[in-house]
Structures are given as C-alpha cells and as structure tokens.
C-alpha cells in the first residue's frame, strides 16, 4: 500500500552506514514492543487498528445521526484534537464539495482569533449544527474558550436540552474539567484512552468519530492501518519500510541535516503534512536535539521555497509523497491558434505533467544537494491513509527511539501555557506575571 524508497538520496550516503543501523532499529523495536523505553506508559496506539469494537459501533451510531440530522459539524480542538481527523477528511474528500449525504466538517479552537469565531458564527444561520468537543486533558485553554463560546450559541439557538443532544464531547474517561461539564449537561461522551497521546490519537474516537460523520468508512480505514500493523510489525530494518524511513531521518540527522522537508503534489496532501509536522516535531523536538519538520507543497512552492531548496543552505532533505493512482484526471485539449505555445502538450493528462514536474524537480534537487527519499501512496482512499499514518506513526516511535528522546511526552508545550496563564491573570501566577512584566517591553 505504501512503499519508501531511497533510490534518490543513493549518493549522500554509504550502504553499509544504512545497513549498520539494523542492530539500532531492532533494538529500538525491542524496546518499543516489549514497552521497556521512554514513554511506556502510551503505547496504546500500537494497537488501536485492532482496538474495541463496541466504541466503534458508538462511534458509528453517532456519527450516522449526526450525519442525518446536522448540515455543518463543528470539531473544537487543537494539536492532536484536530489534525488528525482534518487530514484525513481532506484527503478523502472533493476538492469543492461536501459529500451529499453528510454535513460539512468546520474546525474551531485551534486558535485563539474572535474574528474566526465570529465569522463562522455568521456562516451558520439556518444550518443545522452538531459540536464534536475533543481535549484529551480537557483543560486546554484554545479549545476551552471556543466551546464556552460555542456552548452559549448553541443554548441560545437550541435551548439547554436542545444543545446537549446536539454537543458531543471526547475526552477523558473520568477527569478534567470538559469531562465534567459534559457529565453536568449530559453530553454524550467518547474516551481517548489513558494510553494514547493526542497526536497518536487519530484512530480512536478523536479521528474517528469526525472522520465517519463527514461520511467515510472508518472500518475501511482501520483495515488499512491494521494490515500496516501487521506489516511494519516486523522488527528488521530490511524487511520494514516504516523502519527504512526512520532510519534514513536518523542517518540524514547524524550527517548534519537538520531539516526535513515534506513535500507533496497533491493538494488533498496538504493536512496530512500539516498533521506529520506535528507528530514529527513535537515527539522529537526535545533536549536540544530532532530534525525541524516542515511542508512544501509543489508544483505551488516551487515559485516560493524551491529557489531556497535548489540553491539555499545546505541543511535539508526532502521526503517527497505522491499517490500513484489517480482517480480523476484532465487532458490537455488541441488548440487551433496555440497562441499560449502549449501544443506540445496536447493529449497528455494534467497528471502526467505534474508526474513529469516531480520527476524533473526531484532529479533538480539532487544536483542541488539534497538527499530525496520517496514515498508513494498506492491511492488515497481510506484504507490508504489507514497505512499511511501507522506508516508514520510506527517510523516516528522508532526514529525517536534512534534519536535518544522520548517519542510520546510534550514538555516544552507547558511553558507558553504557564506564560499566557500568567499575563491573563490566573490565580496561583501572580509572582510569574510580575516577572514578565517586568520583561516585556511596553
Ligand atoms: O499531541 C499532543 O498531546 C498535543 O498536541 C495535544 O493533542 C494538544 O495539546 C491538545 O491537548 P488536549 O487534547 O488535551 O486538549
């Protein structure tokens, strides 16, 4: 379903220094399987492919009355809350439209901007409105104030019982404060598991239950991440193309790159790399250490970032991601006049221009000085991006492993969030807010 290949990135660096890092990656592995490294304590999405099935059939249920009755879904989340079940619903959906029997899925509480929050509310008159509230704490600040905000609009509009039927909240099984305004309202309640952490949490009711009511199969797409499983299961680096993967980030890092480009030709893509920054940088960005995740977006940022990436600093590779079969395609028409001097082209499709534009750059940017390594994604259907994010989810958990950190914790996060605190005026931050403002320049 997946395939990685270094055929591009032959020339940065030596076999054998690929193949010595065999005993590495199966002691990572060991290590990762038998729950003995860093982070033991959220390894549960090593197994969510194979997960409950009665929380999925909630899911489901859910996800059908919300997809008969709503005309827009608005998911409140931020960070893992979110991105997950955003990639996937853009990968799979159309370009321009909805599809015909769910309703339109809108993201809120990944920042903190009133003018979004007051726009959509403005988009929202005489639509049908479902809430999905997802904070694995249940005490993050973004997605915390969007629902105070939401919850009012939604009790004015629908009334208090009216509102509760239509708010959905995951979270915690037991504590935090959503859970507990979900259990005063009655809310119906989805649990990301104790042992799951939120970027890794896109296979549990946090992806699932938006993925399904935007109307996509959730069983197809755990289909696919299951036969991932039992692929990228395998502990050696030969037979593993998700342990390749994290093996080459991991010799790229030790030769001094220090940024991993993601770049993709397929704007359906787009979330994806959106959600893989995240995954990446915030379980290797950590103790000083980890290689910068970033995204291109090509043929688009080839007038924008692919002069810095043809002729820039030396310090990045690419990981370039394509689908190989496209299901839809345009073939360039025949024009009488040619006055745009585009006849060359008549007859070949807009796909296999673009083919020839990633072929073209990819050889451009080896010239150049940077390693690309690739990885194809056979289409994207749902069983597709099931293999693809435990395809990254597996060679994030080894590379950072390899890397010396701990994959699953977050701890930098924590010293924005003590700084806001403090300069709102949350009790217990007094001394805190002293300080910077005292360091703030007015
Ligand atoms: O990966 C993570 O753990 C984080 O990015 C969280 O998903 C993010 O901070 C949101 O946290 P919560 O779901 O607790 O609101």
Request: glycine residues 8%; contains cysteine; proline residues 3%.
């Amino acid at each position: 379903m997946i395939t990685f290949t270094t055929n591009y990135a032959k020339d940065f660096f030596e076999t054998h220094e690929f193949e010595q890092m065999e005993l590495a990656v199966k002691t990572a592995h060991d290590q990762l399987h038998t729950g003995k490294g860093p982070g033991a304590d959220y390894l549960g999405w090593l197994d969510l492919p194979t997960a409950d099935k009665d929380e999925l059939s909630r899911v489901k249920q859910k996800a059908s009355e919300i997809k008969e009755h709503a005309d827009v879904l608005i998911v409140i989340g931020i960070g893992g809350s979110y991105l997950g079940s955003k990639a996937v619903i853009q990968a799979l959906s159309h370009s321009f439209m909805k599809k015909s029997d769910a309703p339109e899925v809108i993201f809120a509480g990944h920042h903190l901007n009133g003018e979004y929050i007051e726009e959509m509310f403005d988009a929202l008159h005489e639509k049908s409105v479902y809430v999905n509230v997802t904070s694995k704490s249940g005490t993050t600040t973004e997605p915390a104030i969007a629902f105070r905000l939401i919850k009012h609009w939604m009790e004015q509009r629908y009334g208090q019982s009216g509102a509760a039927s239509r708010i959905i909240a995951t979270t915690d099984a037991n504590k935090g404060a959503l859970k507990a305004v979900a259990d005063a309202n009655g809310y119906t309640c989805f649990v990301v598991p104790d042992d799951v952490g939120g970027r890794f949490s896109v296979l549990t009711p946090v992806g699932l239950l938006p993925i399904a009511a935007a109307g996509f199969s959730v069983d197809a797409l755990l289909d696919g991440a299951r036969s991932a499983k039992q692929q990228y299961d395998h502990p050696s680096l030969l037979e593993n193309e998700s342990y390749q993967y994290a093996a080459f980030r991991t010799l790229m890092y030790a030769k001094g790159k220090q940024i991993e480009l993601l770049a993709s030709y397929h704007p359906k893509l787009q979330q994806v790399s959106e959600w893989w920054k995240q995954l990446f940088g915030e379980s290797e960005g950590k103790d000083h250490k980890g290689l910068f995740p970033a995204s291109v977006h090509y043929t688009t940022d080839l007038h924008s970032l692919g002069q810095y990436v043809q002729e820039g600093r030396r310090h990045l590779f690419q990981t370039v991601i394509g689908v190989k079969e496209a299901t839809k395609d345009m073939t360039i028409p025949y024009s009488d006049s040619n006055e745009d001097g585009l006849d060359y082209l008549v007859g070949k499709s807009l796909n296999e221009v673009n083919e020839q534009a990633m072929d073209g750059t990819l050889l451009a940017h080896v010239d150049g000085g940077v390693p690309n390594v690739q990885i194809e994604v056979e289409q994207l259907d749902e069983a597709h991006i099931g293999a693809l994010i435990y395809f990254f989810e597996k060679a994030c958990a080894i590379s950072g492993t390899l890397l010396g950190v701990n994959p699953f914790d977050q701890p930098g996060v924590e010293s924005y969030k003590q700084n806001m605190f403090a300069l709102l005026g949350k009790e217990g931050f007094e001394e805190r807010r002293k300080q910077l403002q005292e360091r703030l320049l007015t």
